[in-house]
């Protein structure tokens, strides 16, 4: 019963250094999707992709990038990191985007980033 | 842009019922959701509504929408410490390509 697969589950990293968030999902969804989660402001969309070989923006994408490995395989990386994206980052998935009540998103157990 | 609103804190005691509300903006929400985190953990599917539903019920979850007032309200009956955990209500617009856009969040805390 995996699901959503987040890796790692914590990580410090000093301003300026880059790092690769990796997620995967073994319930052949074709969506997956990245969120940053900050006190009050609940989760904010940095990244989405809809279907494999397609990547979009959300609302916060500045600062990140994605690739869309393979049909379960999602990453997020942040090429030189600042303390704004100390975070706690999650990874979801649908089957398909849209958000149709029998196919809501799924999430992982999120990665918690902190940049000193 | 869209906008979902909730209060940020509940509090109430062990075997009372708990409401959490939510408002939203956007007028062409196809699904309305509530999501449950645990500390330390991802968000879990609690429940969902089709926005031309104006109730739903699942044991102890009932989810009632006004969509004239675009209000949403998740309650919680005979409410236990081990609901005590943040609720995230959530819609799916048909203007932002289905996505899903979140509220901040309502803490609740069961008190025994």
């Known amino acids: 019963n995996a699901g959503v697969t987040q890796t790692p589950k914590f990580q410090v990293l000093k301003t300026g250094q880059s790092m690769t968030l990796q997620c995967a999902q073994d319930m052949n969804h074709n969506s997956m999707y990245w969120y940053r989660q900050d006190p009050g402001m609940g989760l904010r969309l940095i990244y989405y992709?809809?279907?494999?070989?397609?990547?979009d923006k959300g609302e916060v994408p500045n600062g990140y990038n994605v690739s869309r490995l393979n049909k379960r395989e999602f990453s997020l990386r942040l090429e030189s990191a600042a303390p704004s994206q100390t975070s706690v980052y999650f990874c979801?998935?649908?089957?398909?985007?849209?958000?149709?009540?029998?196919?809501?998103?799924?999430f992982g157990d999120g990665t918690r980033l902190s940049i000193l | 842009g869209e906008d979902v609103e909730q209060s940020l804190f509940l509090s109430v005691r062990e075997g009372d019922s708990s409401v959490i509300n939510c408002t939203y903006t956007?007028?062409?929400?196809?699904?309305l959701y509530w999501y449950k985190q645990e500390p330390g953990a991802g968000l879990q599917l609690l429940t969902y509504i089709f926005s031309n539903m104006d109730m739903k019920q699942d044991q102890r979850l009932t989810v009632l929408l006004n969509k004239k007032d675009k209000h949403l309200s998740l309650r919680i009956a005979d409410t236990q410490t081990g609901d005590s955990a943040i609720y995230f209500c959530?819609?799916?617009?048909?203007?932002?390509?289905?996505?899903?856009?979140f509220g901040q969040g309502t803490e609740l805390s069961v008190k025994p």
């Open positions: 992709s809809a279907s494999e070989g397609t990547t």
């Open positions: 956007d007028s062409s929400s196809t699904y």
């Open positions: 959530a819609e799916a617009s048909y203007n932002q390509g289905g996505k899903l856009i």
């Open positions: 979801a998935s649908s089957l398909r985007g849209g958000g149709g009540g029998n196919q809501p998103q799924h």
